[in-house]
């Protein structure tokens, strides 16, 4: 599976982007979605992840209730009320899931990794 994310960009404090991750030439349909990302010097963390059904979601305390995770046949991250903290490569990745409340939080849960969309704050 070749993910593909975009949407990326730079932004001011407080506004808002939202990002897309889809896949050339099939479907999400079978697979599980997260975003992660990764701030220059640190680990990649996960931000937030979206079961196959949609029915589940699930998101780092420090995107809860700013962020929006969704899917039809590509997954969205509603990204709001930006901080510079925020600053960092996102990543969407998928997993094959047999069951679709199924919905992985760890990075070693996933299988396909996109190319990274840089998304830059600034305050």
């Known amino acids: 599976v070749q993910l593909q994310a975009s949407g990326g960009g730079l932004v001011q404090a407080g506004g808002s982007l939202r990002l897309s991750c889809a896949a050339s030439?099939?479907?999400?349909?079978?697979?599980?979605m997260g975003w992660f990302r990764q701030a220059p010097g640190k680990e990649r963390e996960f931000v937030a992840g979206?079961?196959?059904?949609?029915n589940m979601t699930y998101y780092a305390d420090s995107v809860k209730g700013r962020f929006t995770i969704s899917r039809d046949n590509t997954v969205y991250l509603q990204m709001n009320s930006l901080k510079p903290e925020d600053t960092a490569v996102y990543y969407c990745?998928?997993?094959?899931?047999?069951?679709?409340?199924?919905?992985?939080?760890?990075?070693?849960?996933?299988?396909?990794w996109g190319q990274g969309t840089q998304v830059t704050v600034s305050s």
């Open positions: 990745a998928a997993r094959r899931a047999l069951y679709r409340n199924y919905l992985p939080v760890r990075e070693y849960d996933y299988d396909y």
């Open positions: 030439g099939r479907t999400l349909s079978a697979y599980a």
């Open positions: 979206i079961s196959r059904g949609g």
